[in-house]
């Protein structure tokens, strides 16, 4: 299993989605006079949200929109990967998609680390691609007033919206490993069950 990338989440979603969370940012620290800085890159959908107010500490990983939608995509990979496998007997298909479910528990305290929220704009995420310069959304203040960027039509944020070309991201993706795998109910699980096994710890290698 080689992971999911955001290079398979198409262009204009990508946009959209940072779009959305530049917003939600900016929403989060009370407006735009609020917001010290929030950016999100188009080809690694790595966020940053900063506001004058602290206000963005109080948003657990998984409320942020970028956070969600990655994560979705990674549990829905894993659970095609077992789909997929022939090597897992049917039923044992529930197994490997519970796990898949586990490791990626995109609505709860315990969802994994996937690197969205990062510090600088070429930081990599868990679903970074090894090739392409990152295209960032960003905004910054300037002159003491706040001026947002989105490359989004339907938004409502600022009017004077932009998007940055920046080059010199990392090759890999962060190391990090997803939740603990659940156990089989049994001490000697069958050759089908360990196929199931194996899918989750591929996802597991996948977040390192």
């Known amino acids: 299993m080689s992971g999911w990338e955001t290079g398979q ?25 609020s917001t010290r800085e929030a950016f999100c890159n188009v080809n ?3 966020s940053k949200c900063t506001c004058s107010n602290g206000a ?5 990983r998984y409320q942020w929109p970028a956070f969600q939608r990655v994560c979705e995509a990674q549990r829905e990979e894993c659970r095609q990967t077992c ?28 969802a994994p680390d996937l690197k969205v929220m990062v510090q600088k704009f070429d930081d990599p995420t868990a679903g970074s ?43 890999e993706g962060p190391k990090r490993r997803g939740g603990p795998l659940p156990a089989a109910n049994n001490d ?10 194996a899918v989750v710890v591929a996802l597991g290698s996948a977040l390192l």
Do not use: Y
């Open 44 to 46: 690694t959908l790595g």
């Open 83 to 110: 789909d997929r496998n022939n090597k897992i007997a049917a039923a044992d298909k529930a197994f490997c998609f519970n796990s898949c479910d586990s490791r990626l528990s995109c609505n709860a305290e315990n």
């Open 188 to 197: 000697a699980p069958s050759a089908s069950v360990l196929s199931a096994m």
């Open 56 to 60: 963005e500490s109080a948003i657990r």
């Open 129 to 171: 691609p090894k090739t392409s310069p990152p295209v960032v959304v960003a905004f910054k203040p300037t002159d003491g007033a706040a001026s947002a960027a989105a490359d989004h039509p339907n938004s409502s944020g600022p009017k004077d919206s932009k998007i940055k070309e920046r080059k010199g991201g990392k090759d």
């Open 9 to 33: 989440m198409p262009e204009k979603i990508r946009k959209e989605l940072c779009a959305e969370q530049v917003l939600f940012c900016t929403n989060v620290c009370g407006g735009e006079g």
